[in-house]
């Protein structure tokens, strides 16, 4: 039987993140250690855990009726894992908060914090910021309590460093934005440091996939944000969706760019004219015709799920429609790849 993966810290990352604390907490006001009542204690809209559930759900469960139902009955459930371990061996790393008005609002830590309500616990270990920290310390704060989680999507892993690199920019000015400036900001590895900055310049299907959660691994996506071709693209991330290695995936991407040398071996008889590369979608003047092809595809139960993404697009002007297009275009190709 093979070993189960351990998830943990490297000795140089624990280094930096050492170091990062120090200049978080040195920059972003005094902060104490207490024990707080869980009823003065609100989430923050802005962490970058997306975690669908919310205090109203935990203390008043969750509505039938909800969109998010079934993604927040298996928040619930995995809060509930948690619970158990508070119950019995209470919260081992104190929450982050900081003070608003008479309520504290968590900066990091509020599965913790819902999974210690679930427990029917009254309140819990905090460090307190007196006030709120900055953009740049506060995204720092919250990458340095969410490295080291196992079950955090590659999704909100992506968005905390976009967010971190943004307040970055921000904070010191316009700068360029390198591998090298992430790893000494956040004390990743090169190659990590690397990995995020091709996954955050990744081609829209490779976005995309992430966002839906059907890619989850930092190396692939790196790996499919650096390929060129729509074709290769297209069939290395539909491999990775049906579950190939690292390893096939790296051997199926070789052997698609062999394949055109081999093809130009081949002795074919000659073509007249000159091939074809791409479908001609042709164009309209009618806005309309644009709506009604749009719709036509959203009325397909595979499609409907991409509602909400036209649901603003004012159909009476010419640029919006454009662009709607444009993205019906590229849902349809992600979703169509075989």
């Known amino acids: 039987m093979s070993k189960r993966k351990r998830f943990g810290v490297s000795q140089a990352l624990s280094r930096g993140l050492s170091e990062t604390i120090h200049v978080v907490e040195n920059n972003a006001g005094i902060f104490r250690n207490v024990i707080l009542p869980l009823s003065r204690i609100e989430l923050d809209p802005d962490n970058p855990r997306k975690l669908a559930i919310n205090l109203f759900d935990i203390r008043q469960g969750i509505d039938r009726n909800d969109p998010a139902y079934t993604r927040k009955s298996a928040e619930l459930e995995k809060l509930k894992e948690l619970a158990s371990t508070i119950e019995s061996s209470g919260v081992i790393n104190p929450i982050v908060v900081y003070k608003l008005g008479e309520s504290y609002r968590v900066v990091a830590g509020e599965r913790r914090c819902l999974a210690s309500i679930l427990a029917n616990k009254n309140e819990i270990?905090?460090?307190?910021?007196?006030?709120?920290?900055?953009?740049?310390?506060?995204?720092?704060?919250?990458?340095?309590?969410?490295?080291?989680?196992?079950?955090?999507?590659?999704?909100?892993?992506?968005?905390?460093?976009?967010?971190?690199?943004?307040?970055y920019q921000l904070q010191h000015g316009t700068t360029d934005v390198t591998a090298t400036l992430l790893k000494n900001i956040t004390g990743l590895s090169l190659p990590q440091a690397s990995y995020y900055m091709s996954v955050l310049n990744a081609p829209q299907d490779v976005k995309l996939a992430i966002e839906n959660g059907k890619l989850g691994s930092l190396d692939k996506a790196a790996i499919l944000s650096g390929i060129e071709s729509q074709t290769v693209r297209n069939k290395a991330l539909?491999?990775?969706?049906?579950?190939?290695?690292?390893?096939?995936?790296?051997?199926?991407?070789?052997?698609?760019?062999?394949?055109?040398?081999?093809?130009?071996?081949?002795?074919?008889?000659?073509?007249?004219?000159?091939?074809?590369?791409?479908?001609?979608?042709?164009f309209t003047l009618n806005t309309t015709v644009v709506q009604t092809l749009v719709a036509s595809v959203l009325a397909q139960h595979d499609f409907k799920k991409y509602s909400d993404t036209f649901s603003k697009v004012n159909w009476e002007r010419m640029d919006q429609a454009s662009r709607a297009f444009q993205k019906l275009i590229e849902i349809l190709e992600h979703e169509l790849v075989r």
Do not use: Y
């Open 125 to 167: 270990d905090a460090r307190v910021f007196n006030e709120k920290p900055k953009g740049f310390e506060l995204k720092l704060i919250q990458w340095i309590e969410n490295t080291a989680r196992e079950d955090l999507s590659l999704e909100e892993r992506v968005g905390n460093i976009h967010d971190i690199l943004h307040e």
């Open 238 to 282: 539909q491999a990775c969706i049906d579950g190939c290695s690292l390893k096939e995936l790296r051997k199926l991407i070789s052997q698609e760019k062999e394949l055109p040398s081999k093809r130009a071996s081949l002795k074919l008889p000659p073509q007249r004219g000159r091939a074809a590369s791409r479908v001609n979608m042709g």
